[in-house]
Structures are given as structure tokens and as C-alpha cells.
């Protein structure tokens, strides 16, 4: 785990960026602790071991509770936030791209880096408009570079986002969600940028910039002789650990010699045997020969040799003194003190380095303008805190450099706008212009709030609280309104809004309690605005004349708040004695009343009362109030909603508690565990109790449960306990020496005794089994090595299930009990891939694609059409289903309204596909299975395509050009084809909807109809009515709508909001079909019903009352099996937690470049 932390400093442009030089020059850099050279600003850049990974706050759902008691509000689509005061953008994370995030702001704040690449224009680079044309030679990695610089520096937004740059490395959403190394991706964005722009003028950007050269040299003490070795780099690692600076870790890497002598003698080409020497590395720094003057001082050694020893000089500007001439120089006597001068003289100021280990900022003067970049929020920080960040673990993990000599030129410096090609300046205007404008939208959306009006007329006060006298639509009314206005224009509002009200109008805030409504504080202020008086959205209002209601004049305030009490007493018989017999019954008492009231309110002459402010009705709960305590309030006796009180004769004893049959004791506190003899050997117990505490051994429960159940002592050499799960399963063995808190155990959990060893340290067990469709109890276990290979242990599985053949892979399963991601890499060890022991792997049948290939289950799906769809030769012959897959034939749902119940899927076989082919490749490719042969479809253009979950299309596949890739399928997807009865275009807005028209006096309907849908307007329940109401010719005031839940068997109707808005006079917001309840989505069923022939409010048919059904029964059965197991497992407790699942393995980063050569 990484934190994202990225802290920049600015001079020269403000604010200003990172920066770093080429790489040659790191080992001169300043020295760390000592304030540093001159020669380079420095900054950090930085990955530490700690924080919060998923801190982002660009959620579309509001955290903020509003008022007490109130629900969470959604808020709808809105635009990014504009960017803050300290007007820096920073970049959104995708759920694991913080490390990405970091260095693209790197490299976006390197001025050099930014503009060579803004100078490549569309002539060499090509356009992102062309990149899905096939012909095109589009550069899509820096075209996406270019536009994501364009943005951080001229949108007016928070943060950006990098989808379309990690989609143009070819990543899926599982990489998406990966940490990786940064100095990795760094290589590797490199190497895919070198390779991108091959044939253009920046083909050599990154050598140019970044290239450095470190020279190996070994020198004879004999004879002298020099060998020499050359390296390219572009970047540097160094050991930091025990070191007090950046400047003795590259001091002890590439400067300190290294003495071959003694047993480590070095063989001499020259000399031709063994002799002392002496080994060191140096970086060869690129002589600038701009700084040459002619031909003549180029081909001159004596020229050059005199350049690169300036540049050393001004380099190490803190230790040597050069005359203004450059014709003498001399040693500072103290470096530290002396150089402090030239550092403040320098215009280009220094940003110290933070140390891997220590802050060493030694109190020197620090810049004012340093950011701490973290996803999207940019925050300025101080450098005190940046040396406070850094210290002991949380260390600098990667530093970048730029050399302070790198001059902006004037017109640069504050303006952002430098060097953008203009094609990205036109489309960040546009979208600064639209973003404005929806910003302006959302603002005066988002000031709107509801408020609850309780009308004080429609009322009455009755066992304690307010309660309506009519219908909740008639008593409350909903109100929408601008909190920016003052109290006075919600008076008015209302007034208006109610035409029948006289009199004064008193508003208060009110809250609906069990016991009913009450009124809290009168609202006061008719000059104050409504966030002024902190009213919260969903508040609700009383409105009346602030004396009484209906008659009775009515207690407000927190202090009298009604609490909803339950009584109990003895009931009475008919002849008035009390019988053993409790009744219990609701009451409500103002919170400030006396406890001693509840004898006057209940007409009870007097006795003993009990109070229980807990859920549980325990008689240990139950507490007896003095006589001299009665006089105090239930709230000083800490009663509150829903607790309970007893009545009882003072003669009475506490046997009444238990003879009710109503309550139980409190369990104790248990502190055995159940160890059950499954070792297939007989003995007089079955099982035993063994008395333990969280720090007993196993080692110790073991033997005492052999000795307790009297079974052989042999046993003690080779048994283990295993945890019993709630459904009766063995989990992995425990080892012998965890105590029980290590082992995850809890008190009361159920073990079994086994044979056989528990795995020893280096050792794991696993569970496998054959296939996906795993039962429980029906995995075979095993005991391997750690650093045993995914090939070694997939032949050892084969064996033991007695399968052949080498068509077979391994599958670790997930979370949610199902086949994961392939282990790819059957080289690597189990250690490797992070297998630990407990984890369950599944043999598949099938062997793995090649990289950048798919294999792909394709399904054939063909839903109930009234008429015209392509038919199978089998649908012509009212077959019977085919072999290898599902199949049921029009007859046998062809029933008015069961289409929606069944989805029929014929498997027809797999393909391997390559990720880079068209969604028409795959269509094509489908086309020619053996199994396809059944069916008569004209072309690929008459198949429609969707991805297949649960059994069931899930999601539609559009654009037929579209490569696969950029679906992001996955490994695991399966694909279903659907026939069509002509081409068909969606666009991106396009909804496909299956519509049935309800029939009239049927619980039934018609066959579906395909509807598409153009959402462009919005995903608004009002346009989807309209849509509907002209595909069936009918006005849309005469139709009701609803979407199927084919899972649940229920319709749920869409509302007419628009007709809601007459009746309450008033703004009503709409909401957004794709969100709660109805997650509308290509695919789903939209139940028409025609109100000229039919004008009940019921959806559902004779099929939605059978699957319901069968439901119930199901889930009546599952927990029928469920107590069943519990049986069977001895009676457990509290089973033991499953061993938590490690963390996926982390896959190797890669990015994917097309080819440009």
C-alpha cells in the first residue's frame, strides 16, 4: 500500500512546478542536511508505507447528515467542483492509480517534458477522432499526454480524470484497481512513449531529457592500465539506510573506490595475472558544446576540458569560489556558512531534498510555496510539516531534479496558456463555457431543499402527541424551496400556497417521534434566510396559530417530548383479583412527568415498578425503582423509546419473571471450547468440553481432548484440530503452537479432532476441487510446499482427482465463491502468487490463451418476439433442447405473460478471440461454431451482442468497430448473441428496452417489442412515458409503466412526477431513472398498461405469484437444511471465522503500444 503524497515547490511561474534535470547531473546534487547546491532546485516526490488508499471525496452521494434523525441525501448528476484557492487541478483517482497520479504531475509540472510534447501536432501525432478509424496511425498515449496536461493546466476543475489515458495503455478495470511500483511504471511509461513516437521529431524526448551514462573503471595499481565499461540510465538507485544524506548515498555508490586485494585479487589483460586495483563508478555528465563558441574550441581538448570544469565549479558553487572573469578559483573556508550568500543572491532558489531517513532541513531558509498533491485535492503545506511527514518510516521514495540554470523565458512565467497547441486551447475554452453554465444549474438545484408542512387544522392532540385527522396526503404537504431566502418568503409562500388559512400563521419545527408529532422551537426572524436558521433539507414544519390545536392547547419542547413507553402489569379477573397472568400494552408520558405518575394514568392504586432500558427482557435487566426515586422524571431515569416498565404488588416476588415464560436468564460467560472425535475411531465420548482461555495452546486443548475421549496416545504424533464451521465444514488445520487468540479462535467454537499433521510452517493446505460449480463438502484437500510451482501443483491435483491430459488450468476462487482470475504464471511458486493455506483453487478444464488473447463463451439467446425474428432449424421442427446446452422452444413460454420469466441461452462453444479484434470479429467469428450451423442469420450486421451474468444478458455491446479490449471484458466474460430481424445502429444515448402491453382483463401480457429509447434528454421518468406513449400510439396521460424485477418476480411502477407537481403546486425535482430503485438499463422489461381498457394499479401476473412462491418455499428449505447442518455438527456454538482471504497478487504493469515503425 502506498500514500499518495506528492509535495511540489514553486519558484520562477506561479504557482510553480517540479522539476528534474537529466540524470547525469544527480550525483552533483546538493548535499542532503546541508542545505544543498546551487546547481538544482530539488523537490520530492514521494510514496510512503502509510495512509488512507481510497480517500477520495468525488462521490456523487452526499455524507452529510441533514437534521437529526433525517436520511442521507443523493444529489443529482453534477458537474466537477471548480478548482480551489490554490488554483493547482489535481487528478481523480480510479481506485488503485494514486501512484500513477503522482508522476503524471511529475512529469505535467517539468516544463521541458510538458512543451516538447505539446510541440508535436496532429500532422505527426494524428487525431483522437481517427483512432477507431482502421486505417489510422493514430498516437493515442501522447495525444491522450497532451490532453491531460491541457486540462490540469487550463480546466477550471478539482481534479481530472485519467480514464482515457489508462484505457490507451490498454488497461482493464482490474488493473485500474492495482498498486504498482512507480519507478516501474516510470520505465515502462518511457519506454512506451519512445516507442509511440518512433518517426517523429520527438523520438528522442525521453534520451534527450532523461539520459544519463555511468562509467565503470577499473585501474591496474601494477601498470596502470584502465578498463573501462559504459551503462545507459535514466534514473539512479541508491542505499540510503544508515546515511545521513542523498550526497554520501551516491558518494558511497558512484565515487568510493573499491580496493581489489588480498583473496580478491583482479585479473589484468595487460599484465596478464592477478594484481591489485581498484574499482569505481562515475556519471559521465553530456558536455553542452553550446557553450563553445566555435569549430575551432570544439575540436580543441584543452576547450573542452576547460567547459566541463566550469560547469563542475558552478555545480559545487557552495565549496568553490569562481571569479566573475572565471579565471581563478578558490576554496571557501566553511561551505555551510559561506554559500548561504550565493543562495540568497541566486533569483532560481533552492528547494531542499528530503532524506530517505531523516528531514536534515537543518533550519535553513525554506520556500513559502510548497503543495501537497494527494488525488484531487492540492492543499499548500508548510515545509516544517513537510519535515514532519517525512521522518522515520514515512520516507522519500523517489526524488526528481531539474537543474535551476533552466531558464523560463518571460511570456512563460504565469501563463498557462504557453505553448498549448491551439486545437487543445479551442476545446478547453468550450468546455470551461459548458461547464460554467452547468455549474450555474447545479447551484441553484443544489440550494433547493424540501421542508414537510404539517398543517395544524388537519391535526388533533391525542395520547400525547399530534396525529392527522384525514389521509397523510391531506395533512402533509411537500415544499420545495430556495434556502437562500429568508424566513419572511416561506411565510408568505405558504400563505399563498394555503388560500383557506385566516388568521396568524406560526411556523414550527416539529419531528415525528413513535409516539407521534411533536413541536419543538417556534421559528423567529423574518429577515433571516432558512441556512441562517439552520433549517435541514427534509425538515418538517408545523403550521399553525401557536396557541392550540383543535381546542387544546398543545406542550412544546424537548423537555415535555412524549416517550412511547411498554407497560406491564398483572392482569385482572372478573371479580377483580389480579391473576398470574402479565398483559402488556403501549403508553405515552410526557419525558418531564414523574414516574410516579404512571399509577395515576393508569388508575393503579399503588405497588412496586421496574424499569428495563435494554432490548434484551432478561430478568438480570429488570431494576427496581425506590419509593423516594418515583419523584423523579422518566428521563432522569434514562428511560427512553421503547422502554419497558413493570407493575407488581410490593408482596410480589421476582418468580413472576420467570414463570411467564417470557424471559431468560443471561447466558455465563463461556470458556470452553467443543473438540469433536472424527478420527474414525471409537471411543465412549463423541465428543468433550475443554476448559480454556485465549492464551491456551492448541497443543495443550489436543492432548487433553485425546486423553478426555480416551483414544490411543498414538494419536498425539499424528492428529490436528480442525475448526468447525456453522455449516459443518472442516476449515484448515490449526497449527500446534498459536494460542487460541492467534488462531482466530473464539470461546465456544467447535473442533474437530483429525488425523494427520498440521502444516508445518513452510507448508500450506489447500482445498480444490473440479470445475466451477463447487458444492460445499465436496473439496479435496491437500498439503504442498509454498515454493512448489502452479505447474507442480496442478499436476499433483490432477492426479489425486484422477483427471489426464494437460488441457487444464488452475483458478484461485474469490470472495464471493466463484472461479477468479487464472494463475497465468505457472512458474511461479504458490509463495509468489500469495496463495496461503485455507484457499480453495479450481481445476478448469481448458487451457490458457495466449497473452492478448480471450476465450470467450458464446451463447445464443433468442427472446420471445411477436413476430419476424430469425428462427433455428430446430425452432422450425419444435425440437426437444440441443446437446451442450439450454434450450427451450417458443411453445413452451409462449404464454401471454411468461416471455419475462425464463431467459432461454444456448451454449454454442468457445472462441479465441484476440483483444485487439472488433466486436464484428467476434460476431463473425461465432458464426463459424459447428453448433451456429442450427440457425439462419443473413450476416454478422443481424446479431446483436451482450455480456452474460447470472445466466442473463447483462450488458449490451454496441459499435460493431469497437475492439474488445475496450469493453474491457476480462478473462471470465461470456458473451450471448441475439438475432435481429434487421441492423441496427444505437448510439451512445440509445436505450434498448423490451416493452409488453398489459392485456386487459388478463393478468398477463403481450409478446416484448424492442423500444429504443433516446435519452439524450435525460433519464427522466417524464421522457421515458412520452417515448412509450408514442411507440403504442397512445396519449401519455393514459398509460402507466413499470420495470420488471425478473428476480424478484415484482414490478415496481415509474411514477409520474409531472402530474404531482399541479396537485401540490409546486417544483418537484426529477430523478434519475439509471439510480435508486429502478437502476434502469439496456435489457429491462417495461410493463405497459393501457388505462382506457384498464384502470387498476396491479402489475403482476400469474407467473410473479408461482415464482413467489417457489421463493418462499426455497429459502423455507434453505434454512430447514441450514438448522439441519447445525444439527449434524454437534450442536457448534460459535464456529470458527473463516481465515480471512489474502489480497489479490499483484500482476505485472505493462502498457500496450501499437506498432509505428
Known sequence: MFRRSLALGAVGDPPSPPWRPPLWARPFASRLGCGGGQGFRQVVFSFTMFGDLFEEDDSSVSHNQYGKGKKLKTKAVEPPPPREFTNLSGIRNQGGTCYLNSLLQTLHFTPEFREALFSLGPEELGSLEDKDKPDAKVRIIPLELQRLFAQLLLLDQEAASTADLTDSFGWTSNEEMRQHDVQELNRILFSALETSLVGTSGHDLINRLYHGTTVNQIVCKECKNVSEKQEDFLDLTVTVKNVSGLEDALWNMYVEEEVFDSDNLYHCGTCDRLVKAAKEEKSKPDVNLKDLQNEEEIDDPLMILKTILLQFLQLHSQTFLLS??????????????????????????????????????????????????????????????????????????MLFYRKSQLQRPPEARGNPRYRVPHHLLSEMDATNIELQTKRAECDSTENNFELHLHLGPHYHFFNGALHPVGSQTESVWDLTFDKRKTLGDLRQSIFQLLEFWEGDMVLSVAKLLPAGLHVYQTLDGDSLTLSEIELADGEDIFVWNGVEVGGIQIPTGSDCEPLLLNVLHLATSSEGEKCQQLIEFPHVFPSNAEVGTVFTSLAIPGGVVLINNTESIGEKNWTTIPKVDLKKTFREQGLRNGSSILIRDSNHDNSLLTKQEKWITSMNEIDWLQVKNLCELESEEEQVRISATVNTVVFDIRIKAIQELKLMKELAENSCLRPIDRNGKLLCPVPDNYTLKEAGLKMGSSLGLCPGRAPTSSQLFLFFAVGSDVQPGTEMEIIVEETLSVRDCLKIMLEKSGLLGDAWHLRKMDWCYEAGEPLCDEDATLKELT?????????????????????????????????????????????????????????????????????????????????????????????????????????????????????????????????????????????????????????????????????????????????????????????????????YSLPVEKIEIAKYFPEKFEWLPISSWNQQITKRKKKKKQDNLQGAPYHLKDGDTIGVKNLLAEDDDDFSTVTDDIGKEKQKQLALGKRKSQEALRVQSSHVFSGAETPARPRGPEASLSIHVGSFR
Not at 370 to 393: A, H, L, M, R, T
Open 324 to 397: 566573475s572573469d572565471e579565471s581563478t578559483v578558490r576554496l571557501l573556508k566553511n561551505s555551510s556558512l559561506q554559500a548561504e550568500p550565493d543562495f540568497q543572491r541566486n533569483d532560481q532558489q533552492i528547494f531542499k531534498t528530503l532524506p530517505s531517513e531523516s528531514p536534515g532541513f537543518n533550519g535553513r531558509t525554506s520556500c513559502p510555496h510548497w503543495f501537497d498533491i494527494n488525488d484531487s485535492k492540492v492543499q499548500p503545506i508548510k515545509e516544517k510539516d513537510i519535515q514532519q511527514q517525512f521522518q522515520g518510516k514515512e520516507s522519500a521514495y
Open 835 to 1031: 496463495i496461503c493455506s485455507g484457499d480453495t483453487l479450481l481445476l478448469i478444464e481448458g487451457k490458457l490463451p495466449p497473452l492478448g488473447f480471450l476465450t470467450v463463451p458464446i451463447w445464443w439467446y433468442q427472446p420471445q418476439h411477436p413476430s419476424g425474428h430469425w428462427k433455428s432449424h430446430q425452432d422450425r421442427r419444435n425440437c426437444t433442447p440441443s446437446q451442450g446446452g439450454i434450450w427451450r422452444a417458443i411453445s413452451a413460454q409462449g404464454a401471454p405473460g411468461d416471455a419475462h420469466a425464463e431467459v432461454s441461452l444456448h451454449y454454442l462453444g468457445d472462441i479465441d478471440i484476440s483483444e485487439d479484434a472488433t466486436l464484428m470479429e467476434l460476431k463473425s467469428q461465432a458464426m463459424t461454431l459447428p453448433s451456429f450451423s442450427e440457425f439462419v442469420i443473413p450476416s454478422p450486421a443481424f446479431l446483436r451482442a451482450w455480456t452474460v451474468e447470472s445466466k442473463r444478458p447483462s450488458r449490451l455491446l454496441r459499435a460493431d468497430q469497437q475492439q474488445l479490449k475496450e469493453y474491457k471484458l476480462g478473462r471470465r466474460t461470456e458473451i450471448c448473441l441475439e438475432p435481429l430481424q434487421k441492423e441496427e445502429n444505437l448510439g451512445p444515448q440509445d436505450v434498448l428496452l423490451r416493452t409488453q402491453m398489459r392485456l386487459p382483463g388478463e393478468r398477463a401480457y403481450a409478446l416484448p417489442m424492442d423500444m429504443v429509447w433516446d435519452a439524450v434528454r435525460g433519464w427522466t421518468a417524464g421522457s421515458l412515458r412520452q417515448r412509450v406513449a408514442d411507440f
